[in-house]
């Protein structure tokens, strides 16, 4: 895959990472990178929505813990992917870090428009394509 943006490392998008300098993804879960193959991304990234599935608002060890993934997945290169579904993952994700943090999302002032923006696009595009599934 060749994407024109990589994906940042989370100590540049809040400063945040694991102990050994690393975003920390759930066990199993091997680093998502440029590197590897769509299918492979399709892969890490459904156990990551699942992780974030299973989450809930009172488990602040999680949420320190996975801050950095979270802020990762805000990246262009998620958001922008080429491939729609790694944009749906990402959007399912995204919504349960909504959740997971609400009240405040982990994201900068800019980020969160920035990701708001993208979110409700990949809900409203995947809602348009849900629609014409059944209509035929």
Do not use: W
């Not at 009172?58 to 992917?81: G, I, M, T, V, W």
């Not at 609400?102 to 995947?126: C, R, W």
């Amino acid at each position: 895959m060749d994407f024109t943006t990589q994906p940042k490392p989370a100590t540049a998008l809040c400063g945040v990472v694991s102990a050994d300098g690393k975003i920390a993804y759930p066990p199993g879960v091997k680093e998502i990178t440029d590197k590897i193959t769509t299918d492979e991304m399709i892969k890490r990234l459904k156990m990551i929505v699942k992780t974030f599935m299973d989450m809930d608002q009172d488990s602040e060890d999680e949420k320190q813990q996975y801050l950095p993934l979270a802020l990762h997945l805000a990246s262009e290169f998620f958001l922008r992917n080429p491939n729609k579904d790694v944009r749906l993952l990402v959007a399912c994700c995204l919504a349960d870090i909504f959740r997971i943090y609400a009240p405040e999302a982990p994201y900068t002032s800019h980020d969160k428009l920035k990701v708001n923006t993208i979110f409700t696009q990949l809900v409203y595009y995947y809602s348009l394509s849900y629609n014409v599934m059944f209509l035929s």
